[in-house]
Each structure stands twice: as C-alpha cells, then as structure tokens.
C-alpha cells in the first residue's frame, strides 16, 4: 500500500495596490531615463545649448535687455526659467553624466500623470491590468520625439509635463480612475486649466493643443448645466495658470518694449502702448 504526498499549493501572490503599483513604475522609469545619459557618457551640447540655452538660463537670474541686444537673436525673449537647471550645472562644471542624471531625473514629475491616463484607460484590477499600466506608461516615455530630447538641453518635454498632468486631471474629472475625496470633478476641471495655463506659458506652442481640453471637460458626469460652469471654470483658470507662469517675464518685457509677448504680436500692443502713453 503507497500513500501519496500532496504539497500545499503556494498561494498567489496579491495583486500590487495601486500606491505600491506607482511607486515600482516611477523606479522602473527613473531607471530607464538615468540609463540614457549614463550609456552615453553626459548630453549632447548642440549649437543652441551654447548660443541660446544656457543663455537664456543665466537671463532667467536677471534680465539683460539694456546690455545685450539679441544676444541669442529673437530667442533671447523666450520663457528662459526652465533652462536654469542645464545652465546651473554647466556653471558648477559637474560631469556630464551628473548633469545628464539631474535633467532626465526632472522628467519623473511626469510618470504619475501617464500613469493616471493609463488608468482612465486600463482600469482592470489584477496582474494583468498592472503589466498593461506599466507597458502604457513606458510606452508613453520611449516615444522617438521623446527620447531624442533626453540628452539634451532642450526643455520642450518639461513644458510639456504640466499638460500632461493637464490632461490626467480631465480624465479623472471625466470618470476616469477614483479621484480622493478632496478632488470632485469641478476641483479636478480647474487643476486641469491651471496647469493648461501654466504649459502655454511655458511654451507658446502648447497653446493649439488646449482647444481640445474644453472636450474632456464637457464629457464628465451630471447635467448640462453643471458641465458648462465646469467649463467656464476651466477656462477662466488656463487664465490664471497662464498669468500666474508668465505675469512675472511678461511684465519685465512690457516694461522693456511695451509687450509682454514680444516679439510676437507686436502691432496688437502697439494700440495698448497709445492707449497707456507706454514710453521705453
């Protein structure tokens, strides 16, 4: 007579909480956008790292306009505050691949926000949804335009984060991934237009790209009536996102050339200057 021996199956590992969830992503992503620049021995310095970005890094400390006259052409009025960090650390000589490491690793801010849109899209519990989030976020990080920025100086994907956190805050207000208590869709809707504000502020080009946020603010629960203050609210916050970014810089250029935008737009402001008799 033999007599069999069973082993207890080993129970199934439990799914990952979603805070536990996030926190193995942004490492995972830390070390994937510290792994560029350290492969690669520091960042690219191009022509415009030398002539116009770090330029515009050391004006972001005080501006210039009555020393340098186009220093770095029509760029030298450009939002310069998101080049401080490249031209700080060209300035304290630290190695390449220090400042390669302290750029890339500004670019984390954005993972939590591509997680949430992941979310608002894959909202399965489980394994299988956890690998899904992941593979989107990474995804979202190793875009070809994306990745070809990382080693540089460039700080399109910096001005580009607020959007991005723009448009996980519109989803969630929309039905997306559960939103704490403190964050109810109209609260959600008016983070999402101030960090919209704030984007276009740091790069004018983000501006096309805000017309469609106005779309997720409108598809979020409750009636028309609720919706269309969401939207009122939304708009009059890019306003106050924008001015909140851009107020500073664009007072230093109005008092300098009577345009807070120069040098674009200038015959708009040229009947604001009749107007307030603005004198330079």
């Not at 995972?28 to 690219?44: E, K, M």
């Not at 399109?156 to 989803?171: E, K, R």
């Not at 009059?236 to 120069?262: I, K, R, T």
Request: hydrophobic share 50%; with cysteine.
């Amino acid at each position: 007579m033999t007599t069999r021996m069973t082993l207890p199956l080993r129970p199934a590992m439990p799914p990952l909480t979603p805070g536990r969830e996030l926190a193995v992503l942004l490492v995972l992503a830390w070390l994937a956008l510290v792994s560029i620049p350290l492969a690669l021995g520091g960042i690219g310095l191009t022509w415009d790292a030398l002539n116009h970005h770090f330029y515009l890094g050391w004006v972001s400390e005080g501006p210039r306009f009555d020393r340098d006259l186009l220093a770095a052409s029509y760029q030298s009025y450009q939002y310069p505050y998101l080049y401080w960090p490249a031209y700080k650390l060209a300035e304290a000589g630290v190695s390449g691949r220090v400042a390669g490491t302290v750029l890339v690793t500004l670019h984390v801010a954005v993972v939590p926000a591509l997680w949430l849109i992941a979310r608002s899209c894959i909202p399965e519990a489980g394994w299988y949804g956890t690998a899904m989030r992941m593979g989107a976020v990474l995804l979202g990080l190793s875009g070809e335009l994306s990745l070809s920025l990382l080693d540089t100086t460039a700080n399109d994907s910096l001005a580009a984060i607020p959007f991005v956190w723009a448009v996980a805050l519109a989803l969630m207000a929309a039905g997306g991934p559960a939103s704490p208590g403190w964050l109810p869709p109209p609260r959600a809707v008016m983070l999402s237009g101030l960090l919209v504000g704030v984007s276009v502020a740091f790069k004018f080009s983000n501006g096309p790209l805000a017309l469609v946020l106005p779309l997720l603010w409108l598809s979020s629960a409750g009636g028309w009536r609720g919706r269309i203050l969401q939207l009122a609210g939304g708009c009059l916050a890019v306003l106050a996102g924008f001015f909140l970014a851009y107020g500073y810089w664009g007072a230093q250029l109005w008092n300098h050339f009577g345009n807070p935008m120069y040098p674009f737009y200038d015959g708009w402001f040229a009947h604001l200057r009749a107007l307030t008799g603005w004198q330079p």
